[in-house]
């Protein structure tokens, strides 16, 4: 299991907002985003980086507070820098998170696939 | 008896000295026996212990577990459509370094698998095997739908690139043949689909889900598809580090002793989804 070091979240939001400051956690603990850029409003894009500096797994997105709408996400770009690796990049499709959902974004480092 | 014994375990100096304990037996100096003082016993009602306290505590409220859920993930386009005209075949070292899987443009064994633990077991039933185990550093093989999967033995040392290129020139040889991959008593042997549904279940039942119950883990037959078979592990067993040691082990040999036949075991259990799998509750603020 790698050690992940950084990450960078690019979230478009579909016809839905989200939550105006989104949070994460890293194995449960929960952690604010270092920064955040844009917004979660429809259409709209927002760019979270965030530092865990640990080994996860599992690394979610928290769903909206209780009784907040679902967030319509369309679409989400990951990009995970690890120790001893070069980044790697996940794009994720369509997937509403509501009030009873976290979303898991960690993805493991692709097995590299070769030509034989 | 000494008289420094006494001094040490003068028993009735003892109670004499503690308050509220009642004596008896115990002399005063004109050798009368002195009666024992009732001592009231302690009471709420007694100043010196206070007052109940009365206040009612409410039961502190759990944060409400939260589904984990995944996005789907999107492949990339190059990546998908990469496939050649000629028979193309892509090699992916798995993460314990010991299997490779080969992925080809074409069926290797299109509705079946069949699964050969070692030389012995290819040499009448798939030409294609006998074939891949003449490879030096071979231990066994898969053969599923559109990819074959090689094991190596546990002595080898040679480079999954060296290794993986001798092999698909194998595959790749062979498929040009047009030849069946297995042969047909082969094929005649393989049991229906309910047969083979059956006689899990009972292995499930009566062995498997009895024995992992002690860590509160559950296995399902989600399906049977030929002769190739996909479960689910739940409870305690979705998302625990020792699941795959649990399926490699255990589960993998009890379902080949009840039925040899069956090719590729398939756990196709999501797990780090579901409602939180790896910790028993999230910790305060995550509600």
Same mark, same amino acid.
């Given at each position: 299991?790698?050690?992940?070091?950084?990450?960078?979240?690019?979230?478009?939001?579909?016809?839905?907002?989200?939550?105006?400051?989104?949070?994460?956690?890293?194995?449960?603990?929960?952690?604010?985003?270092?920064?955040?850029?844009?917004?979660?409003?429809?259409?709209?894009?927002?760019?979270?980086?965030?530092?865990?500096?640990?080994?996860?797994?599992?690394?979610?997105?928290?769903?909206?507070?209780?009784?907040?709408?679902?967030?319509?996400?369309?679409?989400?770009?990951?990009?995970?820098?690890?120790?001893?690796?070069?980044?790697?990049?996940?794009?994720?499709?369509?997937?509403?998170?509501?009030?009873?959902?976290?979303?898991?974004?960690?993805?493991?480092?692709?097995?590299?696939?070769?030509?034989? | 008896?000494?008289?420094?014994?006494?001094?040490?375990?003068?028993?009735?100096?003892?109670?004499?000295?503690?308050?509220?304990?009642?004596? *008896?037996?115990?002399?005063?100096?004109?050798?009368? +026996? &002195?009666?024992?003082?009732?001592?009231?016993?302690?009471? $709420? /009602?007694? @100043?010196?212990?206070?007052?109940?306290?009365?206040?009612?505590?409410?039961?502190?409220?759990?944060?409400?577990?939260?589904?984990?859920?995944?996005?789907?993930?999107?492949?990339?386009?190059?990546?998908?459509?990469?496939? *050649?005209?000629?028979?193309?075949?892509?090699?992916? +070292? &798995?993460?314990?370094?010991?299997?490779?899987?080969?992925? $080809? /443009?074409? @069926?290797?064994?299109?509705?079946?698998?069949?699964?050969?633990?070692?030389p012995?077991?290819a040499?009448?039933?798939?030409?294609?095997g006998k074939?891949l185990f003449a490879i030096?550093?071979i231990?066994?093989v898969?053969?599923?739908?559109?990819?074959?999967?090689?094991?190596?033995?546990?002595?080898?040392?040679?480079?999954?690139?060296?290794?993986?290129?001798?092999?698909?020139?194998?595959?790749?040889?062979?498929?040009?043949?047009?030849?069946?991959?297995?042969?047909?008593?082969?094929?005649?042997?393989?049991?229906?689909?309910?047969?083979?549904?059956?006689?899990?279940?009972?292995?499930?039942?009566?062995?498997?889900?009895?024995?992992?119950?002690?860590?509160?883990?559950?296995?399902?037959?989600?399906?049977?598809?030929?002769?190739?078979?996909?479960?689910?592990?739940?409870?305690?067993?979705?998302?625990?580090?020792?699941?795959?040691?649990?399926?490699?082990?255990?589960?993998?040999?009890?379902?080949?002793?009840?039925?040899?036949?069956?090719?590729?075991?398939?756990?196709?259990?999501?797990?780090?989804?579901?409602?939180?799998?790896?910790?028993?509750?999230?910790?305060?603020?995550?509600?």
């Open positions: 299991m790698p050690k992940l070091d950084s990450f960078t979240l690019e979230i478009k939001t579909g016809a839905k907002a989200g939550p105006e400051i989104p949070s994460f956690a890293i194995n449960g603990f929960p952690l604010e985003f270092d920064s955040t850029e844009g917004s979660t409003q429809p259409g709209e894009t927002i760019v979270l980086t965030g530092s865990p500096n640990s080994y996860p797994h599992s690394l979610v997105l928290i769903g909206p507070q209780n009784g907040q709408p679902a967030w319509d996400i369309e679409s989400i770009t990951a990009t995970y820098d690890c120790s001893l690796m070069e980044a790697y990049t996940i794009r994720m499709g369509t997937i509403i998170l509501d009030d009873e959902s976290n979303l898991n974004f960690w993805n493991e480092p692709p097995l590299p696939i070769f030509d034989v | 008896m000494p008289t420094w014994f006494k001094k040490v375990f003068n028993d009735d100096v003892a109670k004499a000295t503690s308050p509220g304990v009642p004596t *008896s037996n115990a002399s005063d100096a004109d050798g009368e +026996v &002195e009666k024992p003082v009732p001592v009231a016993p302690p009471t $709420v /009602d007694n @100043p010196a212990l206070g007052q109940p306290d009365t206040t009612e505590f409410e039961e502190p409220v759990k944060p409400k577990l939260r589904k984990i859920i995944h996005a789907p993930i999107i492949m990339d386009e190059e990546e998908q459509s990469s496939w *050649s005209e000629n028979i193309a075949i892509k090699a992916r +070292v &798995e993460a314990d370094r010991m299997t490779c899987v080969f992925m $080809v /443009d074409r @069926p290797v064994l299109e509705g079946l698998s069949a699964w050969f633990p070692q012995s077991y040499e009448e039933s798939s030409p294609l074939q030096e550093g231990g066994n898969l053969l599923h739908g559109m990819t074959v999967t090689i094991g190596m033995t546990d002595l080898c040392d040679r480079p999954w690139q060296e290794l993986s290129v001798e092999t698909g020139q194998v595959i790749r040889a062979y498929l040009k043949t047009g030849e069946d991959t297995i042969t047909q008593s082969f094929r005649d042997n393989i049991p229906p689909e309910g047969e083979i549904h059956l006689k899990l279940q009972a292995c499930v039942d009566m062995e498997i889900n009895p024995g992992i119950a002690a860590h509160s883990g559950v296995v399902t037959l989600e399906r049977i598809a030929g002769n190739s078979v996909y479960l689910v592990m739940g409870g305690g067993c979705q998302g625990c580090a020792a699941s795959e040691i649990t399926l490699r082990q255990g589960i993998h040999n009890t379902f080949r002793n009840a039925v040899p036949q069956i090719g590729g075991i398939f756990d196709v259990t999501d797990h780090s989804a579901g409602s939180n799998p790896f910790y028993s509750e999230l910790p305060a603020g995550m509600d």
